[in-house]
């Protein structure tokens, strides 16, 4: 990407960015055309080549710029957060209301596994890295276990329940939802409920932590 000088060209870009977020979340990255993002953003075809080499470069400016999104958006909510759980509470929400707004993320970040696989793996791979070490800093509120393996647990229970009430439910309560999702998330797949304060370390299953990830990483 080449970074524009004026704010007229900031301007510019931010519409085609916008874009080609709509084209290629309507019609999918191969059956969009630098034409019809140009047409969208209302600027020459050969604007865009002032910005993004081509449309590939483009596509992977958005779906960077997506992870920057979303691990900014998770750290403005859950800074405030006291405990490792309450982080993942408010983490879990903002990535549920980031996702509804912009239901686009979905077909694009997915859509990176069928147009370059590396581009997929790196995205959550980066995402999983990020997650863990804020895992790492919340050792002694959670269950002890590999912090990668926790970090994709917890990012799969953001994903696919953003997949039902992004799509599927559209007009669901995001709270209700959210605080069903902690159950599971304070207690574990057996139901052992979290132990009272200083009443000794945790059993197995008994806190595992949840969905966001705090300073700077769910995601899709």
């Not at 709270?175 to 057996?190: C, N, P, Q, R, W």
Request: aromatic residues 10%; hydrophobic residues 35%; charged residues 25%.
């Amino acid at each position: 990407m080449n970074k524009p000088k004026t704010s007229r060209g900031q301007s510019t870009m931010n519409r085609i960015i916008h874009a080609a977020e709509t084209e290629f979340g309507r019609k999918g990255y191969h059956n969009t055309a630098v034409n019809d993002i140009a047409l969208r953003a209302k600027v020459a075809p050969g604007t865009i080549y002032i910005y993004f080499e081509d449309k590939y470069s483009l596509y992977c400016h958005l779906l960077k710029q997506y992870g920057h999104q979303i691990r900014r958006s998770i750290a403005e909510a859950t800074e405030g957060c006291g405990t490792r759980l309450q982080a993942e509470r408010e983490g879990l929400l903002s990535f549920l209301k980031q996702v509804r707004q912009r239901p686009h993320m979905y077909q694009i970040i997915w859509e990176s596994l069928y147009i370059n696989p590396k581009l997929f793996v790196d995205y959550y791979e980066t995402f999983a890295r990020r997650y863990a070490g804020q895992l790492e800093e919340s050792r002694g509120e959670i269950l002890p276990m590999d912090n990668t393996v926790l970090a994709y647990m917890l990012m799969g229970i953001s994903n696919f329940i953003g997949l039902k009430y992004v799509f599927f439910d559209k007009k669901a309560d995001l709270e209700k939802v959210v605080d069903e999702a902690m159950k599971f998330i304070k207690s574990g797949l057996a139901g052992l409920a979290a132990p009272e304060a200083g009443s000794g370390p945790p059993s197995p299953g008994a806190q595992i932590g949840g969905a966001g990830d705090g300073k700077d990483a769910p995601g899709s």
